[in-house]
């Protein structure tokens, strides 16, 4: 999605160096065509840079909250946006209210807030032991018992 929207920008510069030798009736089509690039760069940034991270964090917040491989409070945060954020998109889609302004700005804030404190808990401190893990830790040395040093 992001990548569609950098070129659907990029080809304005095209448009543009047409648009210096153009007249008329074909200066008015590069000048609607260049609009639309617009729009299209506008939906893939709603879509794939506000929408995307709402539902990551209703995916990866869930798996992290019945995990317990994190503290609760980190996926709680995700939990609690990622609907609000979702929320702020539909209502953005229905044209209720211009994009991350005023009131729809809100719904971000819990989101980068789950986003970065995942991230530095999980490089600081890591992931706590899960029961799964720790019982196939202890069943894995008896296997190589019987290998000889």
């Known amino acids: 999605m992001i990548f569609t929207g950098v070129i659907s920008l990029l080809s304005l510069v095209t448009l543009r160096q ?3 030798g153009a007249a008329g ?7 609607t065509t260049g609009a639309s690039h617009v729009a299209i760069y506008d939906w893939t940034f ?5 929408l995307m991270p709402a539902i990551n964090a209703l995916l990866l917040g869930s ?8 503290p609760r409070v980190i996926p709680a945060m995700g939990l609690i946006g990622a609907p609000l954020l979702i929320i702020a998109v539909f209502a953005t ?5 211009s994009a991350l302004t005023g009131l729809a700005a809100l719904p971000v804030i819990p989101v980068a807030a789950w986003e970065l404190s995942l991230g530095v808990w999980l490089v600081v401190k890591g992931f706590r032991p899960s029961p799964i893990t720790t019982g196939m830790a202890a069943t894995t040395p008896a296997a190589h018992q019987d ?3």
């Open 147 to 149: 290998v000889a040093v």
């Open 18 to 20: 047409h648009l210096g």
């Open 46 to 50: 709603l879509l794939g840079q506000t």
């Open 93 to 97: 889609l229905f044209a209720q209210h």
């Open 63 to 70: 798996l992290m909250y019945r995990s317990r491989l994190v």
């Open 25 to 31: 009736a074909d200066a008015a089509s590069l000048v």
